[in-house]
């Protein structure tokens, strides 16, 4: 799947594709709450309401750049809290270069947080060893972020995520840390939304006078746009996500800016009542 904001091209290549199954990260996210929501179907729910989403990554490609944005679980990581995303031996790098993208055609790895679905590929096991999967790039982290997940990781699978998924990168030297609101191109700006993680960045896009955001997990599903208080269980600050969700969503609402999730496909975002909705792209 493909989108362009003017002269960028983002490109999705997914790793894992779900339908239902998704109450453990939106637990209030029922099926008959998802049939109240019209707009949902056939998109991003199903008619039984159940929520369409996925773990993949956007390649970013500038006039300059060829950005991977989020990596995904990986593979033959261990210590992870569901059990199908240990010891997972998924070509995703043969579907990554497949559309064009070999991962050493890559020259920057973009994470807007550091959970464990988004971070996986960043390292593979090469005997018996963490090494970077993209060893051409430079990896960039938010520091707030990255400081967070160093200092203060007490879960076990946190640590497990930090320690085969980060922090390798970190010790191979091709870590930088940069502001939740860098510049990291032309065209490429960081904008802070913290709440589901202490230092989750979105990604402004502009070019040729168009726009285009790429949401992180600010939100997880579309649903979440007509119900700013279902927060994910993986939010850090369940306070805060709904907060920064309306914050982000006001700013870039009834626009032609592109969006697209961490989760789910591109749209736009559109006001209704008090909250919004999100129109999918035909």
């Given at each position: 799947m493909q989108w362009k904001v003017g002269r960028v091209k983002i490109t999705k290549v997914v790793e894992l594709e779900t339908l239902g199954?998704?109450?453990?990260?939106?637990?209030?996210?029922?099926?008959?709450?998802?049939?109240?929501?019209?707009?949902?179907?056939?998109?991003?729910?199903?008619?039984?309401?159940?929520?369409?989403?996925?773990?993949?990554?956007?390649?970013?490609?500038?006039?300059?750049?060829?950005?991977?944005?989020?990596?995904?679980?990986?593979?033959?990581?261990?210590g992870r809290?569901?059990?199908?995303?240990n010891n997972r031996k998924d070509p995703f790098l043969d579907r990554l270069t497949a559309a064009g993208f070999p991962?050493?055609?890559?020259?920057?790895?973009?994470?807007?947080?550091?959970?464990?679905d988004h971070v996986g590929w960043n390292t593979s096991l090469v005997d018996g060893r963490w090494v970077p999967t993209f060893r051409n790039a430079r990896y960039v982290f938010g520091k707030t972020e990255y400081e967070h997940w160093r200092?203060?990781?007490?879960?076990?699978?946190?640590?497990?995520?930090?320690?085969?998924?980060?922090?390798?990168?970190?010790?191979?030297?091709?870590?930088?840390?940069?502001?939740?609101?860098a510049k990291l191109a032309d065209e490429i700006t960081l904008i802070p939304t913290p709440g589901?993680?202490?230092?989750?960045?979105?990604?402004?896009?502009?070019?040729?006078?168009?726009?285009?955001?790429l949401t992180g997990d600010v939100a997880h599903h579309p649903c979440q746009m007509a119900h700013l208080d279902w927060s994910s269980t993986a939010d850090s600050d369940p306070t805060q996500s709904p907060a920064t969700r309306r914050e982000l969503f006001s700013r870039f609402a009834d626009t032609p800016v592109l969006v697209i999730g961490g989760h789910f496909n591109a749209g736009h975002i559109r006001r209704e009542g008090d909250a919004f909705k999100f129109i999918a792209l035909a």
């Open positions: 199954h998704t109450r453990f990260i939106l637990p209030l996210a029922t099926n008959e709450e998802i049939q109240k929501l019209p707009w949902l179907i056939p998109h991003f729910a199903n008619e039984e309401g159940r929520l369409k989403m996925s773990i993949h990554s956007l390649v970013v490609e500038t006039p300059t750049r060829r950005i991977i944005v989020d990596t995904g679980l990986g593979n033959d990581k261990q809290n569901v059990p199908t995303w991962p050493d055609s890559i020259d920057t790895v973009l994470c807007t947080h550091l959970h464990v200092d203060h990781s007490e879960e076990p699978a946190h640590i497990a995520v930090f320690n085969d998924s980060v922090k390798p990168i970190a010790d191979a030297g091709k870590a930088d840390l940069v502001a939740s609101d589901h993680s202490p230092g989750h960045m979105s990604i402004h896009i502009r070019s040729d006078g168009e726009e285009g955001l």
